[in-house]
């Protein structure tokens, strides 16, 4: 079946836009993860989503970065006011509910670059 | 907190030689431990896994223990090829903590020929 996929696989904007970024989930995965890779850095997680639970914030780095849910399928990554530092992979996952900690699967990720 | 470390790289290797990368791990409960590889210009994908204590994950001639003694989860291959040029990432998921996925932050692989 299909996999987790990302759009748009590479988005270039201007300081101070704000850029949605989306990720389909495969279906039937009810707990979806957004990270950032940065150039030479390992992943950093962003936003946990699992089933109708309250979102896992912990990872936003700044209150200008939300992200949502709809429906428990497709989530939707928002960076308001964009800086240079937001310049960076955001990589999607989802994964099996499940008593035991499933495989995730990864989307090819969108690539942001901040003028 | 939990918590995945690993060998830092870059690891540079010739081929037919043997892969030890190192991974360490902090949790609270009883996590699930992964390896998973990202090739160049290539999503991260699952290269192996391993539920509880002492199971060994496997794939691809790489291999890696669940050593909860000594709270590690080394990742072995005996013989690399060209081929295994990627970044490898360590992770964890703790049932304790809602199955969040936490990341080691990867070890870059080049194997020359």
């Known amino acids: 079946g299909a996999g987790v996929s990302q759009s748009p696989s590479n988005k270039v904007t201007e300081k101070g836009k704000d850029v949605e970024l989306r990720c389909d989930p495969i279906?039937?995965?009810?707990?979806l993860y957004w990270y950032r890779q940065s150039l030479g850095q390992g992943l950093e997680f962003l936003i946990y989503f699992q089933g109708n639970s309250a979102p896992d914030k912990s990872g936003l780095p700044s209150d200008r970065f939300s992200a949502e849910r709809t429906g428990g399928s497709v989530s939707t990554l928002t960076i308001q006011r964009t800086q240079q530092e937001d310049s960076a992979v955001y990589l999607c996952?989802?994964?099996?509910?499940?008593?035991?900690?499933?495989?995730?699967?990864f989307g090819p990720g969108t690539r942001l670059t901040v003028l | 907190g939990d918590s995945v470390t690993q060998m830092e790289g870059p690891v540079t290797l010739s081929e037919e030689a043997f892969l030890t990368i190192n991974c360490t791990y902090t949790?609270?409960?009883?996590?699930?431990l992964f390896w998973y590889v990202q090739y160049p210009g290539e999503g991260l994908q699952l290269l192996l896994k391993?539920?509880?204590?002492?199971d060994k994950g496997s794939n691809k001639g790489f291999e890696a223990t669940y050593r909860k003694e000594t709270t590690s989860f080394h990742l072995e291959k005996g013989s690399v090829q060209v081929s295994d040029s990627a970044v490898y990432f360590c992770?964890?998921?703790?049932?304790?903590?809602?199955?969040?996925?936490?990341f080691g932050t990867g070890t870059s692989l080049t194997v020359i020929p």
């Open positions: 949790a609270t409960g009883y996590p699930s």
């Open positions: 279906s039937g995965h009810t707990a």
């Open positions: 391993a539920t509880k204590a002492d």
């Open positions: 992770a964890l998921s703790d049932r304790n903590t809602g199955n969040q996925f936490y």
């Open positions: 996952a989802s994964s099996l509910p499940g008593g035991l900690a499933d495989t995730q699967y």
